[in-house]
């Protein structure tokens, strides 16, 4: 099985940085896209930035110019360095990947999410 296990969140104030990070282990084979998304209280999960193995990325318009996604296909762990943090970027992020692994074929895998709080 893969585990995808988030770190990072936190309270910061608005303008403020956060880094997270999701790391991929288990019988890993091969990582194809990695993601961020969120969700808010009471709003459905969207994507928030996603990478392909290759470094092309995409994002939602609202977190353009101030989210930067990048990954490690080393350490198979994507990053989320997220400035300019404004209250409605206050939510729950989720990792997620495309893992090919030997014993259970190409599968989406999500991380547990962790808790992220723009407030002054």
């Known amino acids: 099985q893969v585990q995808l296990v988030e770190s990072g969140g936190g309270l910061v104030q608005p303008g403020g940085s956060l880094r997270l990070s999701c790391a991929a282990s288990?019988?890993?084979?091969?990582?194809?896209?990695m993601g961020w998304y969120r969700q808010a209280p009471g709003k459905q999960r969207e994507l928030v930035a996603v990478?392909?193995?290759?470094?092309?990325?995409n994002y939602v318009d609202s977190v353009k110019g101030r989210f930067t996604i990048s990954r490690d296909n080393a350490k198979n762990t994507v990053y989320l360095q997220m400035n300019s943090l404004k209250p409605e970027d206050t939510a729950d992020y989720y990792c997620?990947?495309?893992?090919?692994?030997?014993?259970?074929?190409?599968?989406?895998?999500w991380g547990q999410g962790t808790q992220v709080t723009v407030s002054s």
């Open positions: 990478i392909t193995r290759g470094g092309s990325t």
């Open positions: 997620n990947a495309d893992v090919l692994t030997t014993v259970a074929g190409r599968s989406e895998y």
């Open positions: 288990g019988t890993t084979f091969h990582i194809y896209t």
